[in-house]
């Protein structure tokens, strides 16, 4: 006889370079969180030397400033409320806690539904993007050759471009949910055990209700995979 969880039948535990769900959440949490570090210690650098990183309203073809203080506290902010669910997540996965993954899947399904309503908008309002072109800086690289390019092919690469975005941000969102329902099911005490033979399928209850129903009987003997 086997014995086959339910919760192994409906998802892969592996992804991709044939890691294990749990390695894969964890690499995916350490690079978010080296890269927040990056954004965060840039951040911080320019908070405390502003000159270093001031752009004139010259060099960005406008009259707005790059980045004032109150919009710096806010990148600074969101940097670090990132790094927390990026260790959070990372740190769940490595001592196996469900919960404390839930944070970084609901970041991961907002940046699906931002860039998705980027690609609607491009395609519904195509001429969008030959507009926010000509608003660039004049000496911005590639400028000309970019506004020399057909409006409609310029569209279908982009889109084509976000369209890759999208379908690898939703395969690490199903690595992801994958490594959470692992882990939830790892962690459940309520977990029904299939015993299959040749010719039947048992579905047994979990060993501490059977001995809980029947205290004034004899308990049943262990459940032993053969």
């Known amino acids: ?3 086959v969880a339910p919760w192994t039948r409906f998802y892969s535990n592996s992804c991709c370079l044939c890691c294990h769900v749990r390695t894969g959440t964890i690499l995916l949490g350490v690079w978010y969180l080296i890269l927040n570090a990056v954004v965060l210690l840039i951040l911080l ?3 405390a030397d502003p000159d270093h990183y001031h752009f004139s309203s010259s060099e960005l073809g406008g009259d707005f400033e790059f980045m004032d203080d109150a919009n710096m506290c806010i990148a600074i902010a969101i940097s670090v409320l990132m790094i927390l669910i990026c260790a959070m997540a990372t740190y769940g996965a490595y001592k196996q806690r469900a919960a404390w993954i839930i944070p970084f899947f609901c970041y991961q399904i907002f940046d699906f539904a931002l860039n998705t309503l980027v690609a609607v908008t491009i395609l519904v309002y195509p001429n969008s993007i030959q507009e926010y072109i ?5 000496d911005f690289p590639y400028k000309d050759d970019i506004m020399s390019v057909n409006p409609t092919c310029l569209v279908l690469i982009i889109l084509l471009f976000i369209g890759i975005i999208l379908a690898f941000k939703g395969y690490l ?3 992801v949910w994958n490594c959470y329902r692992y882990i939830n099911g790892r962690n459940s005490s309520d977990v029904l055990v299939y015993v299959t033979s040749n010719d039947t399928t048992v579905l047994l209850p979990p060993y ?17 995979s053969a």
Do not use: G
């Not at 000509?134 to 004049?138: E, I, K, M, T």
């Not at 004034?216 to 003997?221: D, F, N, Q, R, V």
């Open 134 to 138: 000509r608003q660039l800086p004049p």
């Open 208 to 224: 501490d209700d059977a001995t809980v129903n029947s205290a004034t009987k004899e308990p049943p003997p262990p459940y032993v």
């Open 45 to 47: 650098s320019a908070l």
């Open 1 to 3: 006889m086997k014995m």
């Open 173 to 175: 969102i199903s690595c």
